[in-house]
T-cell receptor, first 110, second 116 residues
Framework: DVKVTQSSRYLVKRTGEKVFLECVQD?????MFWYRQDPGLGLRLIYF???????EKGDIPEGYSVSREKKERFSLILESASTNQTSMYLC?????????FGPGTRLTVL | AQKITQTQPGMFVQEKEAVTLDCTYD???????LFWYKQPSSGEMIFLIY??????QNATEGRYSLNFQKARKSANLVISASQLGDSAMYFC?????????????FGAGTRLTVKP
């Protein structure tokens, strides 16, 4: 079974803090993705990576950066968290057609 | 521009009846894949069904089938014999191009509620 894990299910941070969201997959997948999910907007792609040290911007990269130093790990970084980044963050990985998702991190920025 | 449109924010269906969740998409790429995911209240995304743009037959997976109408650019999900456990958010998604490392775009979702 493919397993995608995310470091926290719930996270509360203050405005201006630097926030790291970690995602790890155990199936040697090349492709990894970060989405945010907001009511009425579905999932929106923030960044994705198709190889170690490679990254591509998605639809809403502003305010975020990513890091992929190892194949199994894809980190999402909020350099200076803001209240409008309060959301559910979903990580996914894929090798073939299907994307496998982690359980999500619900981030609240106060 | 919105690439995936799900026009039904919410749907109700009686248990044991069939229900159709609508999805239309927009692409100029002749190669693409269409996906449906289910998200229960627990939050995990569960892959349901996949349809490739060159597939001649409509995809089916158990009680799920995809009504693929290429000319109309629609990929509706049909759930037969609804069960209470089918109550969830449902997302339609599309990946353009031939390569599996291309990114995927999701619709806004439809919340399905199955009534006993």
């Amino acid at each position: 079974d493919v397993k995608v894990t995310q470091s926290s299910r719930y996270l509360v941070k203050r405005t201006g803090e630097k926030v790291f969201l970690e995602c790890v997959q155990d199936m040697d997948h090349e492709n990894m993705f970060w989405y945010r999910q907001d009511p009425g907007l579905g999932l929106r792609l923030i960044y994705f990576s198709y190889d170690v040290k490679m990254k591509e911007k998605g639809d809403i990269p502003e305010g975020y950066s990513v890091s992929r130093e190892k194949k199994e790990r894809f980190s999402l970084i909020l350099e200076s968290a803001s209240t409008n980044q309060t959301s559910m963050y979903l990580c996914a990985s894929s090798l073939g057609s299907e994307q496998f998702f982690g359980p999500g991190t619900r981030l609240t920025v106060l | 521009a919105q690439k995936i449109t799900q026009t039904q924010p919410g749907m109700f269906v009686q248990e044991k009846e069939a229900v159709t969740l609508d999805c239309t998409y927009d692409t100029s790429d002749p190669s693409y894949g269409l996906f449906w995911y289910k998200q229960p209240s627990s939050g995990e995304m569960i892959f349901l069904i996949y349809q490739g743009s060159y597939d001649q037959q409509n995809a089916t997976e158990g009680r799920y089938s995809l009504n693929f109408q290429k000319a109309r650019k629609s990929a509706n999900l049909v759930i037969s014999a609804s069960q209470l456990g089918d109550s969830a958010m449902y997302f339609c998604a599309m990946r353009e191009g031939l390569y599996n490392n291309n990114d995927m775009r999701f619709g806004a979702g439809t919340r399905l509620t199955v009534k006993p």
